[in-house]
T-cell receptor
Framework: GEDVEQSLFLSVREGDSSVINCTYTDSSSTYLYWYKQEPGAGLQLLTYIFSNMDMKQDQRLTVLLNKKDKHLSLRIADTQTGDSAIYFCAESTNYGQNFVFGPGTRLSVLP | DGGITQSPKYLFRKEGQNVTLSCEQNLNHDAMYWYRQDPGQGLRLIYYSQIVNDFQKGDIAEGYSVSREKKESFPLTVTSAQKNPTAFYLC???????????FGDGTRLSIL
């Protein structure tokens, strides 16, 4: 079945770049997503990429997709303390459960 | 502004009691979802609905029930059969099943 994996923790210094990685197993994914969850809140859709693209940039966020290796990454440039949150990777497909979330990566930004 | 509204934000349940969590969306989305999140954990799918009057079990449906009588509304009932209901419950909606999901702010359920 579908599976999405992420490392659970990442710490970076304020002003540095953060790179959050994700791997998935389903080669028939249609879209891949990054969500942000702040404490006690719901998930905020940050960005998503169609599976036939390899890169998408949106201000400080850059998404890279390596379809051959089934690897997705989210780069946050000039990381700020307000970026501290849990980041979820997710994929959607045209069948089965349709939408699968990873376990989330907790990003801590150190001053 | 369009969005998803979950209420209440905090809810307490007594032993043996059923409680209902509300989820309303004005995004004109066909699909709606309920997830459970435990501390330090990811999301687990409870139920989802692709269209009005239709819903499907997710991975952890036991002890929960839903209805989808209106497009805008997808209430979740946590029944007394759910022995460990303390969790953060998230509702989401999307245009279709493989489209981006948009989330509400969640309801935190605790046991008295």
């Amino acid at each position: 079945g579908e599976d999405v994996e992420q490392s659970l923790f990442l710490s970076v210094r304020e002003g540095d770049s953060s790179v959050i990685n994700c791997t998935y197993t389903d080669s028939s994914s249609t879209y891949l997503y990054w969500y942000k969850q702040e404490p006690g809140a719901g998930l905020q859709l940050l960005t998503y990429i169609f599976s036939n693209m390899d890169m998408k940039q949106d201000q400080r966020l850059t998404v890279l997709l390596n379809k051959k290796d089934k690897h997705l990454s989210l780069r946050i440039a000039d990381t700020q303390t307000g970026d501290s949150a849990i980041y979820f990777c997710a994929e959607s497909t045209n069948y089965g459960q349709n939408f699968v979330f990873g376990p989330g990566t907790r990003l801590s930004v150190l001053p | 502004d369009g969005g998803i509204t979950q209420s209440p934000k905090y809810l307490f349940r007594k032993e043996g009691q059923n409680v209902t969590l509300s989820c309303e969306q004005n995004l004109n989305h066909d699909a709606m979802y309920w997830y459970r999140q435990d501390p330090g954990q990811g999301l687990r799918l409870i139920y989802y609905s692709q269209i009005v009057n239709d819903f499907q079990k997710g991975d952890i449906a036991e002890g929960y029930s839903v209805s989808r009588e209106k497009k805008e509304s997808f209430p979740l009932t946590v029944t007394s059969a759910q022995k460990n209901p303390t969790a953060f419950y998230l509702c989401a909606s999307s245009r279709g099943l493989n489209q981006p999901q948009h989330f509400g702010d969640g309801t935190r359920l605790s046991i008295l």
